[in-house]
């Protein structure tokens, strides 16, 4: 059990690590592409911070534990929700941008709404995966019309936009995603051990370690985001790493090999995945913003669902 949680622990630190290099370098490598903000935090920001996700799903799914595959998008979703988006509001009251509640807010509800109707059956097929990606695919392409006339803002007035600049960049990219890799073997091996040594549920592990874990790059990217003033990336990061952790993540690992799905994700994770933003849904369109109570209610949630799996 102590091997299994010190790999449980290094897998979760490596990954952590990973994903700050990651998001740094995507966002530079972004800029110098002279891409807007919001397609950051909508695409190459919540990429960065899923890939960790990406990677635990895949290498899960590839050893035979669908449920820390599946358990660890669910799980990840509701943390970001819950938990990031929580207490970065209660750090920071965010205002939210228009576009992310009329367009990008309603589409994570639809991807989770096709989540449900695709695992329904216990089973998320390739064709179904590749829907998915289809669907990821589609979406970028509406993301990247919707936003083309925005303006570049600079995240990062340091940034060097000179060839070394750039090629230095695609080797941290080329790092970064080195280190998840080993990070996420680490964290699954150790997460399997932990949880046959206590008796729990690879489900349980998934849906709370694993997924506060691999969300934990969400709530660095957020907090950031938003001391800085850029909630166009804090809020478009959390509501693009959803659909990115549905559409991407499910998709790539469901084409990869299929996921069978536990019912006790479909009939009480998936329900807190949708029901979390259904909730704050009113108070979004109402005053274009998520307040300190609002985040306190988030946190709150989050705690419950916790408390309930356990």
């Given amino acids: 059990m102590i091997v299994g949680l010190l790999q449980l ?8 690590v990973g994903g700050e290099f990651l ?6 490598l972004a800029l110098h592409l002279n891409i807007s903000s919001i397609v950051i935090g909508l695409t190459v920001v919540s ?5 960790p996700e990406l990677v635990v799903s895949v290498n899960a799914a590839l050893d035979g534990h669908p449920d820390i595959s599946l358990g660890n998008v669910v799980g990840s979703n509701i943390a970001n929700l819950g938990l990031v988006l929580g207490l970065t509001a209660i750090v920071f009251p965010i205002k939210v941008q228009r576009s992310s509640v009329v367009l990008h807010w309603p589409l994570m509800l639809l991807s989770t709404l096709l989540l449900i109707f695709f695992a329904w059956d216990l089973i998320i097929d390739t064709w179904e995966a590749l ?10 392409m509406l993301v990247i019309k919707v936003s083309g006339g925005a303006e570049v803002e600079e995240l990062d007035t340091d940034i060097e936009k000179s060839r070394t600049g750039l090629i230095r960049t695609i080797l941290i990219l080329t790092f970064s995603i080195g ?10 091996e150790g997460a399997v051990i932990v949880a046959r040594s206590f008796g729990l549920e690879e489900r349980i592990i998934a849906v709370s370690i694993i997924a506060f874990g691999t969300s934990a790059p969400e709530l660095a990217t957020s907090l950031i985001a938003v001391y800085r003033k850029e909630t166009s990336i804090g ?3 959390l509501i693009g790493s959803n659909i990115f952790n549905i559409l991407a993540i499910l998709g790539i690992t469901g084409i990869l090999h299929p996921i069978a799905v536990n019912p006790a994700i479909l009939s009480f994770d998936l329900i807190w995945v949708l029901g979390i933003p259904l909730l704050i849904t009113p108070f979004l369109l109402s ?3 998520v307040s300190r109570i609002e985040g306190v209610l988030l946190v709150g949630l989050y705690l419950s669902y916790l408390y309930l799996i356990f």
């Avoid at 990429?47 to 890939?51: E, H, N, P, Q």
């Avoid at 280190?179 to 699954?188: F, M, N, P």
């Fill in 9 to 16: 622990i290094g897998g979760l630190l490596i990954l952590l």
């Fill in 23 to 28: 998001v740094r370098a995507s966002v530079k």
């Fill in 47 to 51: 990429f960065g911070t899923s890939f």
């Fill in 131 to 140: 829907m998915l990606v289809i669907c990821l695919v589609a979406y970028n």
């Fill in 179 to 188: 280190l998840l890799i080993l990070g996420a073997d680490l964290l699954v």
């Fill in 235 to 237: 809020v478009g990061n």
């Fill in 287 to 289: 005053r274009m913003k």
